[in-house]
């Protein structure tokens, strides 16, 4: 994975370990391809989720008022 559009990050070696044995039996290939896999998901979900417009959050604030999780302010 020698390549300019890289960087090495260094992790804890159990955490290494963990991920080996957790890929293992996948398609993943490596460690490094994995958490390549793991980061993109999370960080398109935090983009996906990050900006509601006004409708939409006064949408989810009805919604969970309706369900007792926000009392009426």
């Known amino acids: 994975m ?3 559009d890289y960087a090495n990050i260094p992790l804890p070696a159990v ?5 080996k ?3 293992k039996g ?12 793991v980061l993109k ?3 398109e979900d ?7 417009t006004e409708e939409e959050e006064k949408q989810v604030k009805a ?3 309706k ?3 926000l009392k009426n302010e």
Not at 15 to 19: D, F, L, N, R, S
Not at 26 to 37: C, G, K
Not at 46 to 52: F, I, K
């Open 15 to 19: 955490i290494v370990e963990k991920i």
């Open 2 to 4: 020698e390549n300019k």
């Open 26 to 37: 996948t398609e993943f290939n490596s460690v490094a391809e994995y958490i390549v896999f």
């Open 63 to 65: 919604t969970l008022k």
């Open 67 to 69: 369900l007792g999780y």
């Open 21 to 23: 044995n957790h890929i």
């Open 46 to 52: 935090e983009d996906a989720n990050a900006a509601l």
């Open 41 to 43: 998901e999370v960080l």
